[in-house]
């Protein structure tokens, strides 16, 4: 198994444009998440699906962010207009239920300048 | 808040010495887990000891659980260079529904 496809990934945009972040989960897995890892917060949980259905999107900081997962292979998180307080490593993980181990794929730098 | 944390913060050690690394929490847990993040990587998944287990070994890794003092500890055994990395603790709360909760990570430097 190729593991979890995070693109891409690198990102530098310019402050007020749209980013669009791309996850491929592991075959199988019917849980994917998004987490958002900074040098002061950590690593912080964004939104949770299940099956494709969002069950958690507590971690969302505003209506800015939004995420999707039209089928079990494929989830996007949205940024929409970015700023610079959003640059940071966004990582997609999936796994067989929640409180299971995580695969994690290689993660999105993204700068926002 | 379920987190949990870890210490040290940072910790350096020469190549063949053993690197011990503690998580506390704070509620009742279904089961605890060990990450490591090589720099600029994603997070993997070293193990996963559950509430009823005290200790668990895979490898040169050694993990011990006391639910009673609410902490574990990770233990490598005779560190390598590549063994140098970030270290986070992951806890799932014990009852309903819960995801994984992070601590901020010790970041363990292994000198030649």
């Known amino acids: 198994d190729a593991g979890v496809i995070q693109s891409p990934r690198h990102e530098v945009t310019e402050m007020g444009q749209e980013v669009t972040l791309r996850c491929k989960p592991i075959s199988g897995h019917n849980s994917l998440f998004w987490y958002r890892q900074t040098m002061m917060r950590g690593l912080e949980l964004l939104i949770y699906f299940n099956n494709n259905v969002p069950i958690d999107d507590s971690g969302m900081p505003e209506d800015r962010f939004s995420a999707k997962m039209p089928n079990a292979s494929f989830s996007t998180l949205k940024i929409q207009p970015s700023e610079p307080r959003d640059s940071a490593v966004y990582f997609c993980?999936?796994?067989?239920?929640?409180?299971?181990?995580?695969?994690f794929g290689s993660g999105t730098q993204l700068s926002v300048l | 808040s379920q987190q949990g944390e870890e210490d040290p913060q940072a910790l350096s050690i020469q190549e063949g010495e053993n690197a011990t690394m503690n998580c506390s929490y704070k509620?009742?847990?279904?089961?605890l887990q060990w990450y490591r993040q090589n720099s600029g990587r994603g997070l993997v998944h070293l193990i996963l000891i559950r509430s009823n287990e005290r200790e668990k070994h895979s490898g040169r890794l050694r993990v011990t659980l006391d639910t009673s003092k609410k902490s574990s500890s990770l233990l490598i055994t005779a560190s390598r260079a590549a063994d140098t990395a970030s270290y986070f603790c992951a806890t799932a709360a014990g009852s309903g529904y819960s995801t994984l909760t992070f601590g901020k990570g010790t970041m363990l430097l292994v000198s030649p």
């Open positions: 509620t009742s847990i279904n089961n």
């Open positions: 993980a999936s796994s067989l239920s929640e409180k299971e181990k995580l695969f």
